[in-house]
């Protein structure tokens, strides 16, 4: 009979449980058994309450031993009491998702950074560096003239923008190949110095042709 009236709640898988923790033999027993008894066995909540309404109603059905029936100020007292517990598990399941879903925004925003810097940092090992050197190097005294061979597009702000046919007047060389110059307009920079030739070198070579022009025409 005690089996028949487990299967009826769907209880018969803990049988065993209810007879030896809380000495049920037969269904009658489920009469003496109370709220405190059933969670004191640490059941799962719906189980809980399920193993909780039966024995209410084998001591309802069968005059509950000694224990007189409920009133109905308990009745609605124990289910307040159930109603709140069940709120309180549902905001703890909602807390704990919460908490999950928090945890996991975290973790991939944290990756997002992690792959950002990982890329700044590719990009930054594969642009070329253009580093003007800080240090003045040798210079004639007022500098001398150059002229742009080729266009340069200057790739930081220390550097300086050439255009093809431009003369630049060089103000200071480095040993690295950077030139520091000033454009007509006034614009200042560096640049590297093999997007120019210096004009003294072609005065130098149009110097040495002149002689000769000359000294053949005096013959």
């Known amino acids: 009979e005690l089996a028949e009236l487990l299967r009826s709640a769907n209880l018969l898988p803990i049988m065993g449980r209810v007879r030896g923790e809380l000495g049920v033999e037969c269904a009658d027993d489920l009469g003496f058994v109370d709220d405190g008894m059933v969670r004191g066995m640490g059941l799962p909540p719906v189980q809980e309450r399920k193993l909780s309404a039966l024995a209410q109603r084998v001591k309802r059905d069968r005059g509950g031993g000694d224990a007189p029936p409920p009133s109905e100020a308990e009745r609605v007292a124990r289910e307040q009491a159930e109603k709140a517990r069940t709120l309180l598990e549902e905001r703890e399941e909602r807390l704990r998702r919460r908490r999950l879903e928090d945890q996991e ?4 925003l944290r990756e997002k950074e992690l792959e950002q810097r990982e890329q700044q940092q590719q990009q930054q090992q594969r642009q070329p560096q253009h580093i003007a050197p800080p240090a003045p190097a040798t210079a004639g005294k007022g500098g001398s003239m150059a002229g742009v061979l080729h266009d340069y597009a200057a ?7 050439l255009r093809e046919g431009q003369t630049v007047h060089v103000t200071r060389k480095h040993p690295s190949g950077w030139w520091e110059g000033t454009l007509p307009d006034g614009t200042m ?3 590297p110095s093999t997007f120019v030739r210096a004009l003294e070198e072609e005065m130098e070579d149009s110097s040495q042709v002149q002689p000769l022009g000359g000294g053949g025409g005096g013959g």
């Open 105 to 108: 925004r975290e973790m991939a």
């Open 155 to 161: 790739q930081a702000d220390h550097e300086m923008s």
């Open 189 to 191: 920079g560096w640049f």
